[in-house]
């Protein structure tokens, strides 16, 4: 069949030009020519004295690699909303953007709790975005915040000071506290901690309270410690991380006598007066009551009394303070419960009797015999954990200060809770016995004794019992796993979420020094100490292994 060209090639031209004419029309329609200048650079951003409340102007230093502006201030900023303040900038752009909204220099509030993004847009529509942080713990939202405000010197650890305080959490509104709400006592704390600069304190509240959403209790005595000697801040926060794998109440394996308490632990930005203080560890105070060392009640108007005299009690071997010793080793100790102001002299009797009695059966010849030995006067499980605990983050004091406690009607004593391991993983300069390098050693016989003039103390003694080593080693296999990734979980989070305050805190209080005579210097750097407490772990881990292995 023929087909005539001709039409159809002049109808397919005509409707070329019909689009063609067409698609000229959209262009010209969609795509504008663009005028106006492509500028959008934020040139500088400072945060003025007056508006804002503070005690002078804050710039802000640029960093190009990141595109962010960055400032840092320690001082509290005494108004209302202190993270709403008013900044400065100049800018060669059009107008200045937050989320949408035009900020204008030197009239638009803006909080600083977050960083933040400004976007710089110029005449033409080109935009660039700006990083803007200010480092305040005040006004931060990483961590709670506590201030403090003494009516005169905090000067030593036996004399409280009323204090205004001012408590609050960005993560709760529960557990605040403000000087409304009644003057608080504080007082130094801590032996070898107290006499460095960054001191540690005891807070005393009015009323039992759960400060800052703390409420596996309410009391009135809490503590902040300081950590000066530790430069990673974290040792005693991954030590208690360790205690709760070990000390695990739903596990189910412990006797149910045993108080199977581990320390709380909530990090917080302190300020002195109008200063900020350094980053601390918020955590229990060592004492009898529910939700902490929870034994029975005992007290002085009980006296003698059979039905109570036997517990509950709470001891400390305390080579500082300990003005109680062992019969036949001469163990100084502390009796923390009851103390010396609320005991009758017969419950100290009973416990200095019943101390003396398990003393003297775990030095005599047949004290390995399950019914009779030292296991009729220590509990085994409790024992198990805390050795675990104390060799795994290579606690040097680990031996010098154990807790115990005895309950009423329960002739043992239990070991717990896990306290103050600030001068573990490799933190001691000391090495007590030159024969056992701490690195290479368990500290059973590395570290310090209870005392440390005691060359065969108690834990020693207990190590010569093989079936006790067994049962160590056996809960080690269990439990090893399980420690080590805590502690590189520890070492990865809880940094990144206190980023700021840490480096607040190294502001105020110098990372590489150290003056305490006892600790090491750290690493050359704070993410080197991480480094060397990770490296540190696996080592002491696998040192354990080999330990154990013939067990």
């Known amino acids: ?207 039992k309270v759960s400060p800052i959403g703390l409420d596996h209790t309410k009391a009135k005595s809490w503590v902040i410690l300081a950590h000066d000697m530790d430069k990673s801040l974290l040792r005693n926060h991954i030590a208690f991380e360790v205690s709760r794998i070990l000390f695990n109440p739903s596990e189910d394996r412990h006797d149910p006598s045993a108080v199977l308490f581990t320390p709380c632990s909530q990090f917080v930005n302190v300020y002195m007066n109008d200063d900020y203080h350094g980053l601390y560890q918020m955590s229990d105070h060592m004492e009898q009551r529910e939700g902490r060392i929870a034994v029975e009640e005992l007290t002085d108007k009980d006296g003698a009394d059979p039905e109570k005299i036997t517990g509950g009690y709470i001891i400390e071997t305390d080579i500082h303070e300990g003005n109680r010793y062992t019969a036949q080793k001469n163990i100084r100790m502390t009796y923390k419960y009851p103390d010396d102001e609320e005991y009758d002299p017969a419950q100290y009797e009973y416990i200095s009797g019943f101390i003396n009695e398990a003393e003297r059966v775990l030095y005599s010849t047949d004290f390995t015999d399950p019914s009779s030995g030292w296991r009729r006067y220590f509990d085994e499980r409790t024992l198990v954990d805390f050795v675990i605990a104390k060799e795994f983050c290579g606690d040097m004091d680990g031996y010098t200060a154990t807790y115990m406690y005895k309950r009423r009607g329960v002739d043992k004593l239990f070991f717990g809770p896990v306290w103050d391991v600030d001068k573990g993983w490799d933190n001691d300069r000391r090495v007590p016995h030159p024969q056992y390098q701490p690195l290479d050693n368990l500290m059973i016989y590395a570290g310090f004794c209870m005392p440390p003039d005691v060359n065969y103390d108690w834990f020693q003694r207990l190590w010569d019992d093989a079936t006790f080593r067994q049962s160590v080693a056996a809960r080690w296999a269990e439990v090893r796993d399980r420690l080590v990734a805590k502690v590189d979980e520890v070492l990865k989070v809880q940094p990144a979420a206190m980023r700021k305050a840490i480096e607040a805190n190294f502001t105020v209080w110098p990372f590489y020094y150290q003056a305490s005579e006892e600790a090491k210097m750290p690493a050359a750097t704070y993410e080197e100490e991480l480094e060397r407490i990770s490296g540190l772990t696996e080592r002491r881990a696998a040192l354990l292994d080999r330990l154990f292995a013939d067990f």
């Open 1 to 207: 069949m023929m087909f005539n060209r001709i039409p159809y090639l002049a109808c397919a031209f005509a409707a070329a030009l019909f689009l063609t004419s067409c698609t000229e029309d959209i262009v010209h329609e969609e795509e504008p020519v663009p005028s106006g200048s492509g500028d959008c650079e934020l040139l500088s951003f400072s945060l003025p004295a007056a508006p804002n409340g503070l005690d002078g102007a804050l710039s802000f230093d640029y960093d190009k690699a990141s595109s962010t502006f960055s400032a840092m201030y320690l001082k509290w900023i005494e108004k209302d909303s202190p993270e709403m303040l008013v900044p400065e900038f100049r800018t060669d752009g059009a107008r200045v953007l937050l989320g949408g909204n035009e900020v204008v220099s030197g009239e638009t509030a803006v909080s600083f709790a977050e960083d933040f993004i400004l976007t710089v847009e110029a005449e033409n529509g080109d935009t660039k975005d700006y990083v803007i942080s200010l480092n305040c713990p005040q006004i931060n939202t990483e961590l709670p915040v506590l201030r403090l405000e003494p009516e005169r010197e905090i000067a030593d650890k036996e004399n409280y000071v009323d204090t205004d305080v001012t408590l609050y959490s960005p993560f709760t509104d529960a557990g605040r506290w403000s000087p409304e709400d009644g003057a608080v006592e504080v007082r130094g704390r801590g032996n070898s901690t107290w006499i460095l600069p960054k001191k540690p304190y005891r807070l005393k509240f009015p009323e």
